[in-house]
Nanobody
Framework: VQLQASGGGLVQPGGSLRLSCATS????????IGWFRQAPGKEREGLSY????????FHAESVKGRFTISRDNAKNTVYLQMNSLKPEDTAVYYC???????????????WGQGTLVTVSS
């Protein structure tokens, strides 16, 4: 099982980025996939997850309406579209896989390496 997050970078406040989580070793109907972030000095925060069974998506209140998680089963890839970015969104973003669809990082078994998002003018 492998996950690889990509798509981070420097973006101005109000801008958008799309993160990708390329997966291998399993199909997306086998694990739920979540997106998390961790800013310096802060705990890892759950942002969004997409359920393995029906592809239903869930978002934390902190990003609801700005971030959207989606998946492409044919490409075994999960995306996080991030709009209206704010400086406080600056963090390393991770994707992870779990059998238990939840926003809690502790329940995730497999993690990608993280991609840095910096929101700054």
């Amino acid at each position: 099982v492998q996950l690889q997050a990509s798509g981070g970078g420097l973006v101005q406040p109000g801008g958008s980025l799309r993160l990708s989580c390329a997966t291998s070793g399993f199909t997306l109907d086998y694990y739920a996939i979540g997106w998390f972030r961790q800013a310096p000095g802060k705990e890892r925060e759950g942002l969004s997850y997409i359920r393995k069974s029906d592809g239903a998506s869930f978002h934390a209140e902190s990003v609801k309406g700005r971030f959207t998680i989606s998946r492409d089963n044919a490409k075994n890839t999960v995306y996080l579209q991030m709009n209206s970015l704010k400086p406080e969104d600056t963090a390393v973003y991770y994707c992870a896989a779990t059998n238990i669809a939840t926003m809690t990082p502790d329940w995730y078994d497999y993690w990608g390496q993280g991609t840095l998002v910096t929101v700054s003018s």
